[in-house]
């Protein structure tokens, strides 16, 4: 269970994260959508313990990342920006992690396999394409075969292909009841990926509910998405 209330994060004078409150339940996939610069990231970046907020708090599992007892165990991330060395294998970056967090070794394999990486485990991160390199960040995520994942804009740049692989991926890991928040800026996809959505802009939310609930009355998800978040 991820619960943020009243979480509040400035830079300066810039107000990055306002008042954000909302919760995502075990079992669906929630959508964190919003524009560029909405303060999905910057809302992420404090849940995982990367920056600390102004105020308000983002718990898991009732703590703050910082004080779980097995933090890679509890929820597994992918966020932007964060890749392995180039120059490493796929198995060592993977080994590194675990061996680091006393994870099995043998878990490594079994990562790999998950996310279809088996066959190009000895290869260096240098020569994956970006949709390899996503599933070796996913790969990451699940090695302490959490319970949570949290993953920040986990299909750009894909391919279609690779789209669908990541949406199949999240949507079978929630239905084994487990919790899925990704965030995206990509309406279209997020309308087929999630059950439920929270919607951020200027760092305050505007909308959450259902994918039905935020597209009723209108055509799609993308034009309600622009209905709640222009002005
Ligand atoms: N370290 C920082 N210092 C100053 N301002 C920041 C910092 N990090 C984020 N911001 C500002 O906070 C606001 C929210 O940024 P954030 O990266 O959270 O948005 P986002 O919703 O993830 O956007 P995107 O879709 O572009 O990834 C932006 O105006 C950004 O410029
Ligand atoms: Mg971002």
């Known amino acids: 269970m991820i619960e943020i209330s009243r979480l509040s994060k400035r830079y300066g004078a810039k107000t990055a994260v306002d008042d954000v409150s909302f919760s ?3 079992g669906r996939v929630t959508g964190f959508l919003g524009p560029n610069g909405a303060g999905k990231s910057t809302t992420l970046r404090v849940l995982l313990g990367l920056d600390h907020p102004t105020s308000g708090t983002a718990l898991i599992d009732g703590r703050r990342y910082r004080d779980l007892r097995h933090p890679l165990r509890t929820v597994g991330a992918l966020l932007d920006g964060a890749g392995p060395v180039p120059e490493r294998r796929a198995i060592d970056h993977l080994t590194w992690i675990a061996q680091s967090n006393r994870i099995p070794r043998r878990r490594v394999r079994e990562v790999l396999d998950l996310v279809g990486l ?3 485990a000895g290869q260096r991160v240098k020569k994956y394409s970006l949709g390899m390199g996503q599933r070796l960040g996913i790969a990451a995520a699940l090695l302490g075969d959490p319970e949570i994942l949290v993953l920040d804009e986990p299909v750009n740049g894909l391919d279609p292909d690779g789209i669908r692989w990541v949406r199949t991926f999240l949507r079978e890991f929630a239905a084994g009841g487990r919790t899925v ?14 059950d439920e959505a929270v919607v951020i802009a200027n ?14 009355g209108h055509a799609s998800l993308e034009t309600a998405f622009f209905a709640l978040t222009e002005g």
């Open 118 to 120: 088996g066959d190009a």
């Open 181 to 194: 928040l990704l965030s995206s800026h990509l309406m279209t996809e997020m309308a087929e990926t999630a």
């Open 203 to 216: 760092g305050r939310i505007v909308a959450r509910g259902s994918i039905e609930e935020l597209t009723a």
């Open 24 to 26: 995502v339940r075990p």
